[in-house]
Antibody
Framework: EVLLVESGGGLVKPGGSLRLSCAASGFSIISHNMKWVRQAPGKGLEWVSSINSGSTYIYYADSVKGRFTISRDNAKNSVFLQMNSLRAEDTAVYYC???????????????WGQGTLVTVS | ETVLTQSPGTLSLSPGERATLSCRASRSVSSNFLAWYQQKPGQAPRLLIYDASNRATGIPDRFSGSGSGTDFTLTISRLEPEDFAVYYCQQYGTSPMYTFGQGTKLEIK
């Protein structure tokens, strides 16, 4: 069974930092591009960041560029999101998601974790 | 950036009825690279449809997707109680910047 389990969320003051982790099981992340997607309370989904299998292609939403850093450790089957200079508007549930394995450059997300709540206040 | 606009914002129907949800893109979606996700309260999104019309693994055949270009539709042929949720469309395929629609809430009438 494919599982993605996020951790590291919590309450942080504006300007503070948090590091989110996403532990994968049931598959090897080395074959997949991985994503972070967030959802502010009562709001819709917002793509945050992507990283390819070799960490050579990394992308960020404009709203987090320069403040967030995505990384991965294929040996530990994990993905991370370092969040610095946090703002109130970063308050959200952060989901880790797996991009489907394919030959296409940017593809849909076939599995999602349950999310971890980050509150900036 | 392609903007996706979903309508209606809220759809009130009864079990057994047919639901039709719309997703309109601000420019043509290349190769129909459009997905639909279902999200229930307190849960993660779940993939329903990809490439505009392909059902994901394990998705019941009452769910179907259609459309091309800028206009896409998710249809639920006969609503079951567990189908009441929020539905999001998403475009992908041509840019590393993914966008989602704002969602349609399907509620019990």
């Amino acid at each position: 069974e494919v599982l993605l389990v996020e951790s590291g969320g919590g309450l942080v003051k504006p300007g503070g930092s948090l590091r989110l982790s996403c532990a994968a099981s049931g598959f090897s992340i080395i074959s997949h591009n991985m994503k972070w997607v967030r959802q502010a309370p009562g709001k819709g989904l917002e793509w945050v960041s992507s990283i390819n299998s070799g960490s050579t292609y990394i992308y960020y939403a404009d709203s987090v560029k320069g403040r967030f850093t995505i990384s991965r450790d294929n040996a530990k089957n994990s993905v991370f999101l370092q969040m610095n200079s946090l703002r109130a508007e970063d308050t959200a549930v952060y989901y880790c998601a797996r991009e489907v394995y394919s030959s296409r450059s940017y593809d849909f997300f076939d599995h999602w974790g349950q999310g971890t709540l980050v509150t900036v206040s | 950036e392609t903007v996706l606009t979903q309508s209606p914002g809220t759809l009130s129907l009864s079990p057994g009825e047919r639901a039709t949800l719309s997703c309109r893109a601000s420019r043509s979606v290349s190769s129909n690279f459009l997905a639909w996700y279902q999200q229930k309260p307190g849960q993660a999104p779940r993939l329903l449809i990809y490439d505009a019309s392909n059902r994901a693994t394990g998705i019941p055949d009452r769910f179907s997707g259609s459309g091309s270009g800028t206009d896409f539709t998710l249809t639920i042929s006969r609503l079951e109680p567990e189908d009441f949720a929020v539905y999001y469309c998403q475009q992908y395929g041509t840019s590393p910047m993914y966008t989602f629609g704002q969602g349609t809430k399907l509620e019990i009438k």
